[in-house]
């Protein structure tokens, strides 16, 4: 596993806590941000390494798309939570942004668990998980669910169920480099 220049990660932090502030305070992930964080990682990446730097930045957004890219055609977050994953890809590359998708994917099941028991929503929570289960055996019908996203952050009781991902992303990010930086000292 190579180890990413201090530069990628500085750029991804900072880039992270501001969308994760934008996510908790309006559930909303904004082009403005992701759109410019994956060029310039591509451009970034292609003048500090040349081809082999763009590759392994296309690779790394590449698998930060697909990663989250069946949540978000199944209804499980928006839209700019892929495009963030996929722009963070394009600085970290491979394999950091797998390492950012597990630490990532664990605070967003960690959250849901205190969201759950907070809000007391266990039979909710089952029944969902239900359907879920039958969608996946029918392989669903509907390719987008982006207006079930829209709906459900139009809710009053939307911080009740809705997991803010691109923060869970910066949690994932920061989790992964405080690994890094802990494991370079041993």
């Known amino acids: 596993m190579g180890e990413p220049l201090p530069l990628p990660f500085g750029v991804v932090v ?6 994760a ?3 908790i305070w309006k559930f909303k992930v904004h082009n403005l941000l992701t759109l410019p964080l ?3 990682g591509l451009i970034y990446h292609a003048v500090a390494s040349g ?4 590759l392994q930045s296309l690779l790394g957004a590449l698998c930060g798309f ?3 890219i069946l949540f978000y055609l199944k209804g499980g977050m928006g839209a700019g939570d892929v495009k963030l994953m996929a722009a963070v890809g394009a600085w970290l590359g491979l394999p950091w942004i797998f390492f950012v998708f597990i630490a990532s994917s664990l605070a967003a099941g ?3 668990i205190i969201v759950i028991v907070t809000y007391g929503r266990t039979r909710d929570v089952w029944i969902d998980l239900q359907v879920v289960w039958y969608r996946i055996v029918a392989l669903g019908r509907h390719l987008s669910a982006e207006d079930r996203i829209e709906t459900e952050v139009g809710r009053q009781d939307r911080r009740g169920r809705i997991i803010p991902f691109a923060s869970m992303i910066a949690l994932g990010v920061v989790a992964v ?7 370079k000292g041993n």
């Open 110 to 112: 960690i959250y849901a």
């Open 38 to 40: 994956l060029i310039s």
């Open 51 to 54: 081809p082999a730097g763009l």
């Open 66 to 68: 697909c990663l989250l």
């Open 21 to 23: 502030a934008t996510d």
């Open 177 to 183: 480099i405080a690994w890094q930086w802990l494991h």
């Open 14 to 19: 900072l880039a992270v806590l501001v969308t």
